[in-house]
């Protein structure tokens, strides 16, 4: 009996796992580490930093108090509403139109693509420039077809903040629309040929078999693109830089102001202020990725 327990117990520490970590495992903690550091410092960092400066509560009373504020909030809402919803149903609808394989379609496709891939500043700064009341070319056009002067575009706030919307849903489009056409040439050819001989026409190929099949695509999409738009500041600040009197401010833009007017404290504020629309957005978002 004593000989055995004694066999046992040498097995036992035979097969016992070492101490201290292998050769992988300390290669990998080493290659890990910088990119740790990185993290660490332009994100873990920053963020602490900005809720240590928005930690006091004047700076939500002034913020709140602020005129400015309110209407940016609600600017803010305006492009998540019909910005988004607007630019993706669109969309979907180009998606099918380039699925079409006559060569001027394709060739259309890459003219469509470049306003997503020039940079912003270029782009949206010579749409101002375009509207410009003076002697921009729209106006320019107006002139001479009716003889009579354009509108001042950017003047009217309801219309400038409707024209910054219609940049951003120019300038992202294109991208979207790729995602989209993409998720349409996933589906299988021989769910479109048994609804031909079932006698479905576009419609009904569209409602049964395009949309069930590309349906969580779109939905992840339009959150994705809800989150991006929350932290895009190209469309407005370069197109109206907030005015006229600061009043088609959103979000993104709105603590660019404050931090030129050297109210830091504002800027992070405001920066709290919209993760509440944030949050949510990205746990939804990592709930439905990880289905």
Same mark, same amino acid.
């Given at each position: 009996?004593?000989?055995?327990?004694?066999?046992? #117990?040498?097995?036992?520490?035979?097969?016992?796992?070492?101490?201290?970590?292998?050769?992988?495992?300390?290669?990998?903690?080493?290659?890990?580490?910088?990119?740790?550091?990185?993290?660490?410092?332009?994100?873990?960092?920053?963020?602490?930093?900005?809720?240590?400066?928005? !930690?006091?509560?004047?700076?939500?009373? !002034?913020?709140?108090?602020?005129?400015?504020?309110?209407?940016?909030?609600?600017?803010?809402?305006?492009?998540?509403?019909?910005?988004?919803?607007?630019?993706?149903?669109?969309?979907?609808?180009?998606?099918?139109?380039?699925?079409?394989?006559?060569?001027?379609?394709?060739?259309?496709?890459?003219?469509?693509?470049?306003?997503?891939?020039?940079?912003?500043?270029?782009?949206?700064?010579?749409?101002?420039?375009?509207?410009?009341?003076?002697?921009?070319?729209?106006?320019?056009?107006?002139?001479?077809?009716?003889?009579?002067? +354009?509108?001042?575009?950017?003047?009217?706030?309801?219309?400038?903040?409707?024209?910054?919307?219609?940049? !951003?849903?120019?300038?992202?489009?294109?991208?979207?629309?790729?995602?989209?056409?993409?998720?349409?040439?996933?589906? #299988?050819?021989?769910?479109?040929?048994?609804?031909?001989?079932?006698?479905?026409?576009?419609?009904?190929?569209?409602?049964?078999?395009?949309?069930? #099949?590309?349906?969580?695509?779109?939905?992840?999409?339009?959150?994705?693109?809800?989150?991006?738009?929350? +932290?895009?500041?190209?469309?407005?600040?370069?197109?109206?830089?907030?005015?006229?009197?600061?009043?088609? !401010?959103?979000?993104?833009?709105?603590?660019?102001?404050?931090?030129?007017?050297?109210?830091?404290?504002?800027?992070?504020?405001?920066?709290?202020?919209?993760?509440?629309?944030?949050?949510?957005?990205?746990?939804?978002?990592?709930?439905?990725? #990880?289905?």
């Amino acid at each position: 009996m004593t000989t055995a327990s004694l066999t046992d #117990s040498a097995s036992l520490g035979a097969t016992s796992p070492k101490k201290g970590l292998s050769a992988w495992q300390t290669w990998g903690i080493i290659l890990v580490t910088p990119y740790l550091l990185v993290f660490a410092f332009f994100v873990v960092y920053p963020v602490l930093y900005a809720f240590w400066l928005a !930690h006091k509560p004047e700076s939500y009373v !002034h913020l709140f108090n602020d005129p400015i504020f309110v209407r940016s909030i609600w600017n803010t809402l305006a492009f998540l509403i019909i910005g988004i919803n607007l630019k993706m149903i669109v969309a979907l609808l180009l998606s099918g139109f380039f699925m079409n394989e006559r060569k001027w379609v394709k060739a259309l496709s890459v003219i469509f693509i470049l306003p997503w891939a020039v940079p912003s500043i270029p782009t949206i700064l010579s749409v101002r420039f375009m509207l410009n009341p003076e002697w921009g070319v729209i106006n320019q056009l107006i002139f001479r077809f009716t003889a009579e002067d +354009g509108p001042n575009w950017l003047n009217d706030p309801q219309l400038a903040l409707f024209l910054a919307i219609l940049v !951003h849903i120019w300038k992202s489009l294109p991208f979207w629309t790729l995602i989209l056409l993409a998720g349409r040439l996933a589906i #299988s050819g021989d769910l479109y040929e048994a609804a031909s001989v079932d006698g479905a026409n576009s419609w009904q190929k569209f409602r049964f078999v395009t949309w069930p #099949s590309m349906q969580q695509l779109y939905l992840t999409c339009t959150i994705l693109s809800m989150i991006w738009t929350l +932290g895009d500041f190209n469309s407005v600040y370069l197109l109206t830089g907030g005015g006229p009197a600061d009043l088609t !401010h959103v979000l993104a833009t709105l603590g660019i102001r404050y931090l030129r007017l050297d109210q830091v404290d504002l800027s992070m504020a405001t920066i709290v202020c919209a993760l509440p629309i944030i949050l949510p957005l990205v746990y939804v978002m990592m709930k439905r990725l #990880s289905k």
